[in-house]
Nanobody, 128 residues
Framework: VVQLVESGGGSVQAGESLRLSCALS????????FAWFRQTLGKEREVVAS???????SYSESVKDRFIISQDTPKKTLYLQMNNLKSEDSSTYFC??????????????????????WGRGTQVTVSS
C-alpha cells in the first residue's frame, strides 16, 4: 500500500520558519509527481507548491518567494521549507502524489483532482 506521512508542523510566531517533511512508503518515488496542499476549515483545499521529476518547481502566488519545495528521491521524501510565515498561512498541510509524470506547472494548474494519494495532514499555526 502506497502511503504518505507528513511531519514537521507546529505553532510559530509570524516571521518564523518551519520545515515540513513527507515520507513515501510502499511505492517507487519516481512513479509520482508530488505537491503540497493546504486546507483551512470551511475552505477548499488549495495547492501550495509542486515539483516534478526534473526538480522544476511551481508555487501559488500566496507563497511564492517564501516557501521552497524540494525532494530527496533516494530518501523518498518531499519537503516544504516555509519562511517568513504569516498568520494567513495557518492551515492543515497535506502532501499528495499524482500517479503519473506531470510538469510542476501542470501539477499546480490541475490541482487536487490530479492527485490520488494523500497524507493525513500536519497542522501549522502562525500567531501574529
Amino acid at each position: 500500500v502506497v502511503q504518505l506521512v507528513e511531519s514537521g508542523g507546529g505553532s510559530v510566531q509570524a516571521g518564523e520558519s518551519l520545515r515540513l517533511s513527507c515520507a513515501l512508503s510502499g511505492g517507487d518515488y519516481g512513479d509520482f509527481t508530488f505537491a503540497w496542499f493546504r486546507q483551512t476549515l470551511g475552505k477548499e483545499r488549495e495547492v501550495v507548491a509542486s515539483i516534478d521529476d526534473d526538480d522544476w518547481t511551481s508555487y501559488s502566488e500566496s507563497v511564492k518567494d517564501r516557501f521552497i519545495i524540494s525532494q530527496d528521491t533516494p530518501k523518498k521524501t518531499l519537503y516544504l521549507q516555509m519562511n517568513n510565515l504569516k498568520s494567513e498561512d495557518s492551515s492543515t498541510y497535506f502532501c499528495a502524489a499524482a500517479p503519473r509524470r506531470l510538469t510542476a506547472i501542470q501539477a499546480l494548474n490541475l490541482g487536487a483532482p490530479a492527485f490520488e494519494i494523500w497524507g493525513r495532514g500536519t497542522q501549522v499555526t502562525v500567531s501574529s
